[in-house]
């Protein structure tokens, strides 16, 4: 029975994954994505958002050259230092961002997207079917406001345990040790993450997608239309342009006591990415400081205390061009795969200790 379901899964997966390329239109269409990079409201990179950004980092730049603590001689110096955005760890990422773009419009996508309607009719069956669930067929404007929002901060919740389970499973921690291995931060580094990751996290994330299909499923689109703002969801665009390219940047921006534990400032995150000892097992909250804060993850260091990026005891060859990104944690995972079927059971506490690399 469990064998018939994983099957039937991984055949719909293979199915929505091919879509793509399954005819010229579709073919077309996908590539047409691409083209939408900077205009499309659902994609990070739309141009609302990077000019928020843009303005947060004029308004850093502005207080920095008022303090006395920036010397750079233009604005433009200051925004692309050319020892960050000409590293060699950079220019990976630029490589590295327009393969995976390719990549994930003519495969990867639509592969989460076929995960996204199997777990929209699990979850159907489960909540609907099984328990009996009625969803509701219409809300109050209020309700329907309280319903955005928390469905926002509980995806949101289950991205921090998900990327707590990336750095804390080894299995996991060699995908995501993609993403760590930048040397510099620029807004694409935020694009250096392997594949397998998206699809682990999506599944961890699947409860969550699948109450949210089954919860709005009765709703009318004219209902729905007041959380909206451009066709998109209010909550989603308000997030936009809190200055979220700015978390992969060398830029300390502080948004002040406050503020740093509520959303991720740019500060906050790069203290994830940092070598410093006293940062590591810190900061996993994706959009919201809040989970960090709850469960004591929270670090938020002193805008002059200087920060490095990167992986310590590696070797530098294994993260050093876009194949290896793609390729070397396949190889990393089938390692400790080996592994762990050579030597045999270990107690539960062993594995804790090897995952906090104790």
């Given amino acids: 029975m469990v064998i018939d379901a994983v099957r039937w899964f991984l055949e719909r997966v293979a199915e929505y994954s091919l879509s793509a390329v399954s005819s010229w239109d579709r073919f077309t269409a996908a590539i047409g994505q691409i083209l939408g990079t900077f205009t499309k409201l659902t994609n990070g990179l739309a141009w609302p958002y990077l000019l928020a950004s843009l303005t947060i980092a004029g308004v850093a730049y502005s207080v920095s050259k008022q303090s006395g603590l920036s010397s750079a001689p233009s604005f433009k110096a200051f925004l692309f230092p050319r020892g960050v955005y000409g590293h060699p760890s950079a220019m990976l990422d630029y490589r590295f961002y327009l393969?995976?773009?390719?990549?994930?419009?003519?495969?990867?996508?639509?592969?989460?997207?076929?995960?996204?309607?199997?777990?929209?009719?699990?979850?159907?069956?489960?909540?609907?079917?099984?328990?009996g669930w009625a969803p509701p067929t219409t809300l109050s404007v209020p309700l329907l406001f309280t319903a955005a929002l928390g469905f926002y901060l509980l995806f949101d919740f289950m991205s921090y345990w998900a990327h707590v389970l990336l750095h804390k499973v080894p299995l996991l921690w060699a995908f995501h040790q993609v993403h760590h291995s930048a040397d510099v931060l620029t807004p694409i580094s935020a694009y250096r993450a392997h594949p397998l990751e998206f699809f682990v996290t999506t599944l961890l994330r699947a409860p969550v997608i699948g109450l949210a299909f089954v919860f709005y499923e009765h709703l009318s689109p004219q209902d729905l239309a007041v959380t909206t703002i451009f066709g998109i969801s209010?909550?989603?665009?308000?997030?936009?342009?809190?200055?979220?390219?700015?978390?992969?940047?060398?830029?300390?921006?502080?948004?002040?006591?406050?503020?740093?534990?509520?959303?991720?400032?740019?500060?906050?995150?790069?203290?994830?990415?940092?070598?410093?000892?006293?940062?590591?097992?810190?900061?996993?909250?994706?959009?919201?400081?809040?989970?960090?804060?709850?469960?004591?993850?929270?670090?938020?260091?002193?805008?002059?205390?200087?920060?490095?990026?990167?992986?310590?005891?590696?070797?530098?060859?294994?993260?050093?061009?876009?194949?290896k990104l793609y390729v070397g944690p396949l190889q990393r995972a089938g390692g400790l795969i080996r592994r762990s079927l050579a030597s045999g059971p270990r107690t539960r506490a062993q594995d804790v200790v090897r995952s906090e690399g104790l």
Wanted: aromatic content about 12%.
């Fill in 234 to 323: 209010l909550v989603g665009f308000v997030y936009g342009l809190s200055g979220f390219h700015l978390h992969h940047s060398h830029l300390p921006i502080s948004y002040g006591p406050l503020l740093n534990r509520v959303v991720i400032s740019p500060i906050v995150h790069q203290a994830h990415h940092s070598l410093d000892p006293r940062h590591h097992g810190k900061n996993f909250g994706v959009k919201f400081a809040l989970w960090d804060w709850l469960f004591g993850t929270l670090c938020v260091p002193d805008r002059q205390e200087p920060l490095r990026f990167g992986l310590v005891d590696i070797k530098k060859d294994d993260f050093a061009t876009v194949g």
């Fill in 99 to 131: 393969v995976s773009t390719l990549l994930n419009v003519l495969l990867f996508f639509p592969m989460l997207i076929g995960v996204g309607v199997i777990v929209e009719k699990m979850g159907s069956a489960v909540l609907v079917g099984y328990l």
